[in-house]
T-cell receptor
């Protein structure tokens, strides 16, 4: 099946620092999604990207859909303690219809040191 | 938040017993999914449904079956649970109306321990 490589696996940063993480794939995706998961809860959608080259922001979060359609990045500016959690990228490879499940990266564990 | 509930939220069972997990949505979304989440593997698709009585297999479907007799409910059954099915199970929903709503919203998860 399709594989997503997400990096870094974990990040230890100071509060106030900017964060950057990315996902790459050997396959083309038509949709890229970024989720955050807190302990004991389901993933929550942060940003959805639908077109190659698209750059979308959601507050302090910015994500881009790579031109080649094989990668995406997520940036978090001026991190705060509530940003702690696991961030997942997810891609969908087929056009049309919503039936296909998503392919997920293995997550980036963000830890913020006060 | 999308109206998705899962039941039970936690379950302990013994190897060889049947287990059914329920996903219930109040959004009237057409598509529903079951994933499992394991350390080192992330989230993997088990089965999905694209309408009432319409289901298909995902990446890790062996040992699982699903049923969808009405729009709001999607059931995941482990016919004979094994220890390798110990995991956290997430249900998700999505809707294609509007053309660009190709995103999925997740339920709170069910923690299953098979002894």
């Amino acid at each position: 099946g399709q594989q997503l490589n997400q990096s870094p696996q974990s990040m230890f940063i100071q509060e106030g620092e900017d964060v950057s993480m990315n996902c790459t794939s050997s396959s083309i995706f038509n949709t890229w999604l970024w989720y955050k998961q807190d302990p004991g809860e389901g993933p929550v959608l942060l940003i959805a990207l639908y077109k190659a080259g698209e750059l979308t922001s959601n507050g302090r979060l910015t994500a881009q859909f790579g031109i080649t359609r094989k990668d995406s990045f997520l940036n978090i500016s001026a991190s705060i303690p509530s940003d702690v959690g696991i961030y997942f990228c997810a891609g969908r490879g087929r056009t049309g219809g919503g039936a296909d499940g998503l392919t997920f990266g293995k997550g980036t564990h963000l830890i913020i040191q006060p | 938040d999308a109206g998705i509930t899962q039941s039970p939220r936690h379950k302990v069972t013994e190897t060889g017993t049947p287990v059914t997990l329920r996903c219930h949505q109040t959004e009237n979304h057409r598509y529903m999914y079951w994933y499992r989440q394991d350390p080192g593997h992330g989230l993997r698709l088990i089965h999905y449904s694209y309408g009432v009585k319409d289901t298909d297999k995902g990446e890790v479907s062996d040992g699982y079956s699903v049923s969808r007799s009405k729009t709001e409910d999607f059931l995941l059954t482990l016919e004979s649970a094994t220890s390798s099915q110990t995991s956290v199970y997430f249900c998700a929903i999505s809707d294609e109306r509007g053309g660009t709503t190709k995103t999925q919203y997740f339920g709170p998860g069910t923690r299953l321990l098979v002894l």
